[in-house]
């Protein structure tokens, strides 16, 4: 399967497609190899080793700031959003098959209405969006979850029970969410306090890669949502990394972490595409889903992006209602900026791992583990495909007012003329003598460039760039005959790898700061 992930992964770059898009289609067309073996899918297991790491790795990198400032944004889209378009499904399906009871109707709509992190996250971070659009797709993307699993559960229950209670069910998702925020936030709080103490690289990585699977485990354990816990765990420690892991720990940490998910994320969509043959098996055969089910599915996967469009540019409506009667805090975000949020509402992993988990005496479960395949094929291949095009076509612009007051080059001078202070307050001794006169200048020249770049930008980046290029051509340089030494056994592995790594170390510096 890994090989699979990486000759599908060579070949979406190469053809320039949506990698998802590419797994999964690669993972469809392998289920049906002759002599291959059929891809049976343990929902729980999946929810348990997927989700955890992606949630984290979403919230870990997450901007607290804009994230606080459109939190009533993200919660009416992880929310209202969800909620909306399950009614909408639900109601559809309905229609549409009228032997369906409501409550399997609505475990219809639960299963399909939230938007997978997984697939948001495969789409969003190949593309350029404005600060504020970013910051709500990620933002819905960590929380929607909870609210359709919650909302799935209800239904279940209310199925195979026979009796709903809407005060209990409000009541459960307060307790839930809550209790969430206090198990993340506390287990966030005690990895910020401990994880320093452990005084090395490969055991901070490592606590810190199982921190997403410990919050979630515990969440559940307590019996309140893993997913929550995981997400304010993920804010929690993203927002205190910057001052509790060291540099090396930090550097290598982050190379593990994105190989970590990087084939997380393929193995995802390739297992998905994996599972295709056992869903149709599953329900009878291509023929049963395309004689007796391909109109219903058609008609929820329309009514599921309809129903999207339909609260997003209705919040807009609303929002401008509101701005004009003089309330602040309902910032609109146009038209295109609209279309552009509701077109990004891409199903995966989350939707199958739910209709997997569906009992067998649930009536419609054929028809649920079909539209659930159906509802993700569609929006990864159609919506992910396509995504980049609508973005390009809204051509949305950065909102000014969204900038940090400081843009790079000013926050570089800053940072160099604290720099600068220390090496100032440490180069000279108690009686004046001037000890490290070679670094205190070079860290002068550093400062004064930096001031003068950041006052006259667009006459400075040429040169800035010309510079960076030197060094890594003399990077490149030192490298070649660090191996021409090498090679002809002039120095030895130890002394490869100590220079090859201030080499590396030059050139990564060089390549951030040319960027």
Known sequence: MFVAVLVLQYLALRLRLPPSVALLIGGGALAFVPGLPAIQLDPELVLVIFLPPLLMDGAWFTALAPFRRNLGGVVSLAVGAVLFTAAVVAVVAKLMVPDLPWAACIALGAIVSPPDAVSARAVLQRVKLPRRLMTLLEGESLLNDATGLVLFRFAVAAVLTGSFSLGSAVGTFAVLVVGGIFVGGTIGAA???????????????????????????????????????????????????HVTFTASARLRGLAFWHVLIFLLEATVFILIGLSLRGVIERVGGIGVVIQDMAGPVMAIIAAMTVARFAWIFGAEAIAGVLTRVGLRGFERLGAPAATVMSWAGMRGVVTLAVALSLPDAMPGRDLMLVTAFAVILATVLVQGMTLGSVIRWANLQEDERAKPPLDLYAAEAAMLRAQLAAVERHAVSADGTLLHPQLLESYRHRATNSEKLSANLTDGQDHVTAHFDVILAAVASGRAELVRLHRSRQIDDEILHDLERDLDLEEMSAIAAKG
């Open 191 to 241: 990895w910020s306090l401990l994880v320093r103490r452990l005084g090395d690289d490969h055991l901070m990585i490592a606590a810190s890669v199982l921190i997403c699977w410990a919050s979630y485990l515990v969440g559940e354990a307590v019996h309140v949502s893993g997913v929550i816990a995981t997400v304010t765990a993920g804010l929690v420690c993203g927002w205190n990394q």
